[in-house]
């Protein structure tokens, strides 16, 4: 059983900046997929940032191109999630996610944590 736990949500002004955790623990990564996920009121889980635990190139939505970046702490078991210039359309609740096979569909990723909201204004 894998369990993440995500933290470091808030309430920031647009063009500030947020880094979110996700405390993993449960399960060896190493050959685990690891990813963030947001999803607006009304709205469908979309994926933000992906990578592979044993290394390789990070993935992101266009959107957040050249703003986020992702990337872990092996020590710790934790990823994080590095949010700059925020917009208020960034604003949703984050979701950390684990999965074997990476794809940007949430439907194959197995492992979810509880989510953590965060609102930007304008």
């Known amino acids: 059983q894998v369990q993440l736990v995500e933290s470091g949500g808030g309430l920031v002004q647009a063009g500030d900046s947020l880094r979110l955790s996700c405390k993993t623990s449960?399960?060896?990564?190493?050959?685990?997929?690891m990813g963030w996920f947001r999803q607006a009121p009304g709205k469908e889980r979309w994926f933000v940032a992906g990578f592979r635990w044993s290394g390789g190139s990070a993935y992101y939505a266009d959107s957040v191109k050249g703003r986020f970046s992702i990337w872990s702490d092996n020590a710790e078991n934790t990823v994080y999630l590095q949010m700059n210039s925020l917009k208020p359309e960034d604003t949703a609740v984050y979701y950390c996610a684990a999965a074997t096979t990476f794809t940007t569909s949430p439907d194959t990723w197995g492992s979810w944590g509880q989510g953590t909201q965060v609102t930007v204004s304008s």
């Open positions: 449960g399960r060896t990564f190493g050959s685990y997929v």
